[in-house]
């Protein structure tokens, strides 16, 4: 079987961009990802987006992207599944590659969130549930979060400070990162002090709604060599997994298992021949700091509801056994929703070329995990260093 | 958001919000909204069950930021509630303190109003939860 390997990678600052449009942000970090591999022509392209649509009234983002990008009469198309979108268009760019069907792919993750009024945008973020039997009551995505997060500290003693580990450990971390929105670290008051959104998730419990865009190049090492990119460029996609769970929460099996994560990350593991304790750091999923937590454990870092005690014993800091968020997570370098995955890949590229802003010492594979819905539809990769 | 041409997309599910019309397949999964098939075991064989709207309060939370449409209502109660014949149904509790609401609290089923529209709009109405009445 062919190889994929990533040979460029770019980004925007995740931020409120008043000045600058969906287009703006997606050919932005498109074209810094193309200088950075040195190219300037793709064969196709892949746009990892969750809701374009409500929010800024336009889809067809393949065509918008790819015209005002230059990139002439290649195939185009976006990708969705939710929050997921972007780790799924990185899937589906390594997935063309390896059938031998497109040689040099462009994938971009993007999303313009600030365009809309904030209550719209907790509607428009809740279309990842379900429309009938969720949204229909008045479900925000953070409300069906607080009722996991609830269960959660119930199931096992934990408290509200216990998750506030995971922002306080994602702001450490994303004050190091020039691309993050929150460039500050926090304290856990910070956390316990900031108002309830859906109690008992608070303000700084979540994401910021926020803009961006990220995009990496994807081709064979083949392929690579002969384009002249420098050895030392290349980080190899060594596995992926994706999977699907229950759209609604009510309907889900075990409200404290992401079984999706657990199956997507089976796959990836067994395609990249690797176990969870070959993984020297995890871009984790903390829409929400619960998330964070149980993310650990379907990825098998931490046992069935150890995964906030990770945290309480200092684990998952840059320099400890777990590193999570190295660039800030989508709690500090913030979550535009369709273009996350795709920041967790150009943040891991960055770690295993050894350029991160705060660098796993020693890093040679990294895994990204990207949820969409509360846990519906959720994406895995792993990076090897090549 | 568009208003009078979503009649029929809430007026389908009329049976499922006014009077809790789950499923129970052949091998008696029970299942809630109805499903053509059983989301357990597979089975296609699968017919209507009137649940009976008891149940008990398995998580909880007040939202205090909701989507648009719902600013009205806020801050509410919204809950996941295991409902005696086993499904859990996702719902608005009603007629209840905040500071009352406890795991393993039980509730009944009532029909309320779940939000308007403006002016020319229609007014949606489904189940919310309670306290049982005595």
Known sequence: MRKAVIIGAGMTPVGEHWKLGLRDLAVEALLNAM?????????????????????????????LIADWAGLGNIPAVKIEAACASGGAAVQEGVKAVLSGLEDVVAVVGVEKMTDAWPSDATRYLAYAADAEWELFHGASFV??????????????????????LFAVNAHANGAKNPYAMFKRPIKVETVLKSPYVADPLKLFDASPVCDGAAS??????????????????????????????????ASREDLLTLKAAKVAAERAYKMAGVEAKDIDFFEVH???TVMAALSLEALGAAKKGEGAKLAKEGQIAIDADYPIQTMGGLKARGHPVGATGVYQT??????????????????????????????????????RRV | MARPMQVSRYWRHFREKYRLIGGKCENGHVHFPKRSICPVCGSRNVEEIELSGKGKVISWTIVRNPPSGFEYYKPFPLALIEL???????????????????????????????REFEEDGIILYGYKFRPPVR
């Open chain 1, 143 to 164: 409300a069906l979060n607080a009722l996991i997060m609830r269960y959660y500290m119930k199931a096992y003693g934990y408290t509200e400070e216990d998750l506030a």
């Open chain 2, 84 to 114: 005696e014949e086993g499904p859990v149904v996702l719902a608005q509790l009603t007629d209840v303190d905040p500071e009352e609401i406890d795991f393993g609290m039980e509730v009944e089923v009532v029909t309320k109003k779940i």
């Open chain 1, 216 to 249: 990496v190049i994807i081709t064979t090492p083949e392929k690579a060599e002969e384009l002249g990119v420098p050895k030392e460029k290349w980080v190899e996609v060594a596995g992926m997994g994706r999977a699907i769970d229950t759209i609604s929460l």
């Open chain 1, 286 to 288: 903390d829409a929400f």
């Open chain 1, 346 to 383: 150009v943040e891991a590229v960055l770690q295993l070329r050894g350029e991160a802003p705060s660098q796993v010492p020693d890093a040679e594979i990294g895994l990204t995990q990207n949820i969409g819905g509360t846990g519906s539809n959720i994406t895995v990769n792993v990076f």
């Open chain 1, 35 to 63: 200088d950075d591999a040195g190219i300037d022509r793709v064969d196709s392209l892949y746009v990892g987006n969750m809701v374009s649509g409500p929010f800024v009234e336009q889809e067809n983002l393949g065509a």
